[in-house]
Each structure stands twice: as structure tokens, then as C-alpha cells.
């Protein structure tokens, strides 16, 4: 799911659960072969969803399939310049742009967000630039290139080698359609929206060699749910879908897009057909993740391990060990959390979301020193919201403003980077601008979204930003619909308590905040300490 799209802190800790999207896809067995979520393995829990009952279940006799791109090892270790600065140079960037933001530059700061873009991926090969070692390491690609294939390996040394393979053989469209891909995907993992415009030309270009193509109208799915454009996300995947109904990227961007504009019910009827259609790990995370919307975390639970279990590959179980780590983190087990994302770390060491679950689940646990720790080590590979956010309450609750107000401001930095990029932020900035900005640009965000799409999150958004500008009884209602559809979030119970505290709703209040309390007890440093504060207020009254 968006994106992502890897999950970002939404707020006083709150965060999107929704999955990123999905790097690592294994190469599917065909549906014959394949246990769909609905058919739980032996010694796993077997209550099938409801809307799945009755469905049909006959199955082609083996999803369309195409020619493979060697794997990202295969390749020479001789291939061009890395696809992005080191990590130290991109954050340093970054605290240079957000330093010339804090001292006015205000009326230049588009333009400096281009030139950040630079620095941010700076040593990338461009699409129709030299990287002549790029193009001697290659070995022979096929023409039909396979998405699933580039995105299990390594995506820097995919990238590299598409490049020079376009080079080679610049009517190949199918490899176009992969490039435009992999730097979608790369974009949400390294922090730079600047890839987007990269993926956009490369996705143009195969479109124009092999008009209505499906492995590019489902790159432009991906691509438009990167940059929050859900709308056209859901148009691009039924376009693909109508070429290609087995389509695994196009049917998981139709769940994202679905599950991001709110409408919970299609999307439900959507990852039962992709379910069907397409069983493998990347459709059972999203199968999970509409489960959880629904309240359903035990079938969610249920999904995720049957995943794990069919994960054939290092980042596969990163991936889906990560997404269980980060459910079971939200029922504040933080122990079973802990060993789930050990289990990522141990599959790749080097994946962020696991790192960022685990320093999150530290800070839970009463381990602040070591989730500062992570968390740093995060931040300086990959900027985002979540964790800068995350790391400036954790600097916060120890008494350390000064650090603190630095990572809010390299959340603002970031904001523009990706503005400059074409990517919607409305929601990033509501959620971080409500707790630790300007309130008044928080609710205008906040009200921007909620025009775009009407998801439990963006109801959350805007309460909060509501409440925080002293428009409680407004809130009220947005509250309440963050919570109706039986998604269970601490943050979510947390906001509605401390907004039935402030209209007088002091029995719901109470409820409200313990509840979030007994869900999740360490769910934000901040928003758990200030959950318990009003909880003693209230007990005070009585």
C-alpha cells in the first residue's frame, strides 16, 4: 500500500499500518500450487473471512508467465556509480535545506528543493546517460523483463543494469516498464521523491514503444499511489487489469488505492480476487492489512504466518516478518514484536522498516537508549516523517529540545523535497505540524485531505488538528469515524479520548484512554505520557 509507502509515523506516534509496498515480491507458484489466505495450513488458525465464503475458486491452470531478467547477484560487482549519495551526505543535505528554511529563505525554497533532489541522489545514473561500466557488466536481459524477478534482489544493482540495458536495447518496453518500477520502489525506501520524475519518463517511454502495455499501466498504478494520487492509482490498475486480469502488481495497486480512498468494502471484495487469482506473499499482506482495517486481527494474524511460511526468499521474510512484528507491536506484545523483527534483521540486516519497528518497539519496552540508537541509524539512511518524527519525541521525552526541534525540521525539509517531487504530503504534514508545527497549517492539510480521500486515517488527521487549534466539539465527529470501522490504534483512541475529555464526554474519555492504554501502553512517548496525565485528571474529578 501506499507506499508505503513504508509505514510513517502519523503523529504523537500514531503510524499507517497499511503495507509498504512490496520490494520483495517472490516469484509466484502457480495458483494450483498455491495455498490461497482463505486455506489456512495445518496448525494455523482456519476461520476464513466472511466475504470470501462462497466465492468461486476455480483457477486458471497457471498464471500468465514471461521470460525472466537474471537475478540482481548475478551481475558483476564492476557496475556503475551507486543510484545515491551515502547516507551521511543525504542527511546532511537535507539539514542544510531545512537550516536555509528556518532562516527565511522561504520564497526560494522550491527551487532549493530541486537542488537538494541533486544531493539527495547524487552519483545516480540518469535514464540515457553514459554508465558505459554499467552497460560492459551487464549480461543479456531478455525483452520480456519480469517485475517480480528485478524486485526480490538488490534494487540499486537492478537499477544500474536496466539502465544499461535500455541503452543496449532502447525498444525493449518491458524492461522500460521494470526501470519505471524499481524506481518507485526505490524512491520509498531511500527517501528521494526526486526518483518519480525518473520513473515517470521510463514508464512514458515504454508506453510510446508498446501503447496499453500492462506491465507499465500497472509501473503508472504504482507510481500514482507513491505520490498519494489514489484516484489515478485505481484507474491505471483496472486499465492494466482489463489487458492482464492476473497482474500481480496492477491487482495489488487496486487494494492500495481502494484501501486509501476509504472504500473498505471494495477493497475487501478486491483482495479476495486478487486472493484468488494471484495467492502470494504480496497480496496476503494486503489480504492482512483489510482484515486489521476490519478488526479482524486475527485472521490478519493468521495471513501474515501462513506469508512467513511461503516466503522463499531473504527479503520476502523480511517483508512479511516485519508486518507481523508491526501487528503485534499495535497489541502491545512487545516481546513476540521483537523477535519478529530479530527475524527480519536476520533474513537482511540492512532493511529499514524492520529496523524502524524495532527501535519503536524498544522505546515501548522502556529501552529508550537503544531505539534512539536505531532510530539514528535509520534516519541517517532514510529521512521520512516516521522516524525523524519518532527520533524528536524520543529526543523530546529525554529532555533534549534543541535535537528534537532538529528533526521536526527535517520533516518540514522533507515535505518540501516531496512536494518538489509531485508527491500529495497533506497527510504527513497534518499529523506532524498538529504535534510539532504550526496548528493552523495542520488543520488546512488536514482539510485537503479529507477532501481527497476519506479513510480512518485522515478522520484521525483531521480531529486532531481540529482539536489542537481549540475546535474540539468539531472534532468530535471525525473522532468517531477514525474508530467505526473496527480498526483497533491507540493513537486513534488516544486523539478521541483526549477530545471527549475537552468536550465534556468524561466517561467516554475515560474509556477512550484506557483503552488506548491497555491496547498499546508504550504507543508514543509523548502521546502515552499526556494519555495517562488526563487519565489521573479524570480519575482526579470523579
Given amino acids: 500500500m501506499s507506499p508505503r509507502t513504508n509505514a510513517s509515523t502519523r503523529g504523537s506516534g500514531q503510524e499507517a499500518t497499511r503495507p509498504a509496498e512490496t520490494r520483495a515480491s517472490s516469484k509466484v507458484p502457480a495458483a494450483s500450487k498455491m495455498p490461497t489466505a482463505t486455506e489456512a495450513p495445518a496448525g ?12 468461486e475458486t476455480a483457477q486458471p491452470t497457471q498464471a500468465p508467465t514471461s521470460a525472466k531478467l537474471p537475478a540482481a547477484s548475478e551481475a558483476p560487482a564492476a557496475a556503475a556509480a551507486p543510484s545515491a549519495a551515502p547516507a551521511p551526505e543525504r542527511l546532511g543535505a537535507l539539514r542544510r535545506f531545512a537550516a536555509a528554511a528556518r532562516r527565511g529563505r522561504g520564497a526560494h525554497l522550491t527551487s532549493c528543493a530541486v537542488l537538494l533532489a541533486v544531493a539527495m541522489t547524487a552519483g545516480a545514473v540518469a535514464v540515457g546517460g ?16 519480469d517485475a517480480e524477478v528485478l ?36 524512491a520509498r525506501t531511500d527517501g528521494a521523491p526526486s526518483r518519480y520524475a525518473r520513473a515517470e519518463r521510463a514508464l512514458a517511454r515504454s508506453l510510446a514503444l508498446r501503447p496499453g502495455n500492462d506491465r507499465a499501466l500497472a509501473g503508472q498504478a504504482a507510481l500514482a499511489a507513491a505520490r498519494h494520487d489514489f484516484t489515478a492509482a485505481l484507474d491505471h ?20 488505492a481502494l484501501v486509501e480512498l476509504g472504500r473498505y468494502e471494495e477493497a475487501a471484495r478486491a483482495a479476495t480476487v486478487a486472493d484468488r487469482r494471484r495467492p502470494g506473499v504480496p497480496v496476503f499482506t494486503r489480504y492482512a492489512y483489510v482484515r486489521e482495517l476490519r478488526g479482524d486481527v ?6 501474515l504466518h501462513q506469508a512467513l511460511a511461503g516466503a522463499s526468499g531473504p527479503a520476502d521474510v523480511a517483508y512479511v516478518a516485519t508486518a507481523l512484528g508491526n501487528l503485534e507491536r499495535g497489541r502491545g506484545r512487545y516481546g513476540v514484536a521483537l523477535r ?4 527480519a534483521l536476520a533474513a537482511d540486516d540492512a532493511h529499514l522498516p524492520a529496523l524502524e519497528g524495532r527501535a519503536r518497539a524498544q522505546a515501548a519496552a522502556g529501552d529508550r537508549a ?12 532514510s529521512p521520512l516523517p516516521g522516524p525523524l518524527v519518532a527520533l524528536g519525541e524520543l529526543y523530546e521525552d529525554r529532555g533534549d529540545r534543541a535535537k528534537a526541534r532538529e528533526q521536526y525540521a527535517l520533516v518540514d525539509a522533507w515535505t518540501a523535497l516531496a512536494r518538489a517531487g509531485g508527491v500529495d504530503v497533506d497527510l504527513d504534514t497534518a499529523l506532524a505540524a498538529a504535534d510539532h508545527g504550526d496548528t493552523a497549517e495542520a488543520l488546512r492539510a488536514a482539510r485537503a485531505e479529507w477532501d481527497r480521500r476519506r479513510t480512518v486515517h485522515t478522520a484521525d488527521a483531521l480531529a486532531w488538528a481540529l482539536h489542537r487549534e481549540g475546535r474540539s466539539a468539531e472534532a468530535l465527529p471525525y473522532a468517531r469515524r477514525a474508530t467505526a470501522t473496527g480498526y483497533r490504534d491507540a493513537a486513534f483512541l488516544h486523539h478521541r479520548g483526549m477530545i471527549e475529555k475537552a468536550t465534556g464526554h468524561l ?36
Fill in 507 to 542: 466517561r467516554a474519555a475515560r474509556a477512550s484512554l484506557t483503552a488506548a492504554l491497555e491496547l498499546n501502553p508504550g504507543f508514543s512517548p509523548l502521546g502515552a505520557r499526556a494519555a495517562r496525565a488526563a487519565l489521573k485528571d479524570l480519575e482526579a474529578a470523579r
Fill in 370 to 381: 537503544g531505539a534512539i540508537t536505531t532510530l539514528e541509524q535509520v534516519v541517517a539512511r
Fill in 44 to 55: 494455523t488458525e482456519a476461520t476464513p473471512p466472511a466475504e470470501a465464503a462462497g466465492t
Fill in 237 to 256: 490498475a483496472d486499465r492494466a487489469l482489463e489487458r492482464n486480469p492476473y497482474g500481480e502488481r496492477a491487482l495489488c495497486s487496486r487494494i492500495d
Fill in 151 to 186: 524486485l526480490r534482489g538488490d534494487l540499486d544493482t537492478a537499477i544500474r543494469s536496466l539502465q544499461a540495458h535500455v541503452r543496449q536495447q532502447p525498444r525493449d518496453f518491458g524492461a522500460w516498464a521494470t526501470l519505471g518500477l524499481a524506481q518507485v520502489e526505490r
Fill in 340 to 343: 519478529h523483527y530479530a527475524r
Fill in 298 to 303: 486475527r485472521t490478519a494474524r493468521r495471513v
Fill in 130 to 145: 553514459d554508465g558505459q561500466d554499467a552497460a560492459r557488466a551487464l549480461p543479456g536481459v531478455s525483452r520480456a523483463v
